[in-house]
């Protein structure tokens, strides 16, 4: 078994749930590996003894499945009813401006992925985004501007190396 098979084992395997389906064992191995190989979709209905057209079933129901690699990078605003009532608009144009994209999704030099989420949970600071899972509230379209030139801003190379 290879690295990322002994990964997607262990994530399907080491579920705490009494319960264990499809769905759970889905996103056992997103969150292991932030994306769902098809060596996963096999891996889960083995292990759920489920068909592979079942469990891809379940797998492309969910929109915020990746079936790709993610970018370097992952910049998520929400855009739930509270943030989107003080501002979530000019920051999800400010964002896509600023990454050069027109929709959600990657950007063509692979260093970051836009996504738009229904609810970050962060309601009290409105409008809200996450940044590689570290939330940021209370934005202005000019700060997620800054945040995402810095993300996409190719890294600083010491002096002699």
């Given at each position: 078994?290879?690295g990322?098979?002994?990964?997607?084992?262990?994530a399907v395997?080491d579920?705490?749930?009494?319960?264990?389906?499809?769905?759970?064992?889905?996103?056992?191995?997103?969150?292991e590996?932030?994306?769902?190989?098809?060596?996963?979709v096999?891996?889960?209905?083995q292990?759920?003894?489920s068909?592979v057209?079942d469990?891809?079933a379940?797998?492309?129901?969910?929109?915020n499945?990746?079936?790709?690699?993610?970018?370097?990078?992952?910049?998520?605003?929400?855009?739930?009813?509270?943030?989107?009532?003080?501002g979530?608009?000019?920051?999800?144009?400010?964002?896509?401006?600023a990454?050069?994209?027109e929709?959600?999704?990657?950007?063509?030099?692979?260093?970051?992925?836009?996504?738009?989420?229904?609810?970050?949970?962060a309601?009290?600071?409105?409008?809200?985004?996450?940044?590689?899972?570290?939330?940021?509230?209370?934005?202005?379209?000019?700060?997620i501007r800054e945040?995402?030139?810095?993300?996409?801003?190719p890294?600083?190379?010491?002096?002699?190396?």
């Amino acid at each position: 078994m290879d690295g990322l098979q002994q990964r997607i084992d262990k994530a399907v395997r080491d579920q705490s749930q009494p319960t264990v389906t499809v769905l759970s064992s889905l996103l056992a191995v997103e969150d292991e590996l932030a994306y769902i190989p098809k060596e996963a979709v096999e891996m889960v209905a083995q292990f759920t003894d489920s068909t592979v057209n079942d469990v891809w079933a379940v797998a492309s129901f969910y929109p915020n499945f990746r079936f790709e690699p993610p970018c370097q990078h992952t910049v998520e605003i929400c855009w739930g009813t509270t943030c989107h009532l003080v501002g979530a608009m000019p920051l999800i144009e400010a964002a896509l401006a600023a990454a050069g994209i027109e929709s959600e999704g990657d950007t063509a030099d692979g260093r970051m992925t836009l996504r738009l989420n229904t609810c970050l949970g962060a309601c009290s600071q409105a409008p809200v985004i996450s940044i590689d899972h570290q939330l940021h509230g209370r934005l202005s379209p000019n700060t997620i501007r800054e945040k995402v030139a810095a993300l996409l801003s190719p890294p600083v190379s010491e002096p002699g190396r």
